[in-house]
């Protein structure tokens, strides 16, 4: 695997996003602590990132059409 | 007989040739729970009413020659994210949530019930199963969760499961697992605990943190017991579409001179803590005299990041309204109060991503464990810390734990067993992982670990 790429701007604009919902009810001290939890989620996603998929790479989760009388 | 750290196994006989009563039981652990239960932020409800009712019901059944089997009349506390009905509260550890009730029983409660089961207690957790993000033991309306080894803090989320069994409060426990909250709690408290594959029991009647994560299963003195507790509650539910159809009935069969084929992930306990390391070096040594040891290879992926991120962005939707809301705000842990607005930043299509991911981890998985029985490894990288302090967690990334990752992502079942004590006397633990389906391997194994050691027989200073 190799080491995913981090681009700061992406923590950045998730964040800014984070703060315009939630800012109004948290302290400087809550915010900074929430742009650290929000870097590590890029991380996180940049960890993912590493990995190729293609088209054909579907999630486990499969749909299963309904009936009621089934 | 005293009944207290006696395994359900000879519990059960002994109720069933009538020399002890299931009333005489129940009683003993009622007192328990109610006397020692504080000592360790144990008990959220002691159900004594409930209790004496089914206590008494199992004793004219059993005098009446119609045993149900080797629950009946046996007490049992429930991790309190399992509904319950009859005005008893149903608290998810939150204290916003403490008059919380439902009108009926979870299933799980409802099979242990028609096992002839007792329950007794329902028993302390982290408060929202820890989905909000907590880092240190005090994240429960009922305060952190303590072991009896010590002190230290029991393990999480399903503390009082932990602690109540290696108290002696209670003779086995259910509790959940999204990640790390089975093993934990039997890791830090010195007992058993099993983790069934994902769909192996119903999850209706329990609080969801993460719906393609969460698992239900027992924490017990011994493996046996585990076996004997995932027997009542296993099987298909239509009220749970999750619930597997393929039935499971628990294999006791003897374990002597059976050889297992083991296998290590390779640098699997290199993160974990020098006296966890030493312990689990010398379990492989012990391990060779039932089996093989063989270092094994796996893929190289992010198998963290995927379990984190589907367990983050699944607990975001499933409390959603708590935490738009800021109902979080009433929660203990100060941190819960707002790490979760964090989960805002997670995209949809990181979650697809991350479910496209998991489709490699579950076929990885099944790959090496198809020509093995049991992964092992460290039952958790680090012991018990204090009550004041944080701890490592692999959910939130600051310790490696690939095999709960690989584990829980791909829905496998695993045991955690005590392995040995740190020079400070708080136990550790050793894990086995199998293959999807594969309880009765795990616990065959972990049965045949527990025969030829003693570390299972070892008990805290309660009554001292």
Known sequence: MSEPARDPGEADLRFALVRLRYGDRLTAEQLDALRRAVETIVEQVAALATVPLTNADEPLQRFVPFRADE | MNPVYTPVRELAEAVRARQVSPVTLTEAFLDRLERLGPRYNAVVTVTRERALVQARRAEGEIAAGGWRGPLHGIPYGAKDLLATAGGIPTTWGAAPLRAQTFDFDATVVQRLEQAGAVLVAKLAMVELAGGMGYRQPNASFTGPGISPWGGTWSGGSSSGSGSAVSAGLVPFAIGSETWGSILSPAANCGVSGLRPTYGRVSRHGAMALCWTLDKLGPLALTADDCGLVLDAIAGPDPRDPTAALRPFRYDAG?????????????????????????????????????????????ADLPYEAITRTILMSEAASAFEDMIESGAIAGLTAPEDRFTAYARDAILAKDYIKALRLRTFVVREADRVLSGLDALVAPGRPAVASPLDQEFRSAARGNVPDVMGAIGNAAGLPAIAVPNGFTEGGLPTSLQFMGRAWEENTVLAAARAWQRITDWHLRRAAVDA
């Open chain 2, 254 to 298: 003897d374990v002597v001179g059976r050889r297992f084929r083991f296998g290590v992930i390779r640098d699997v306990a290199a993160a974990a803590e020098e006296s966890v390391r030493d312990a689990f070096s010398r379990s492989l040594d012990v391990l060779s005299r039932i089996g093989t040891v063989e270092d094994v290879t796996i």
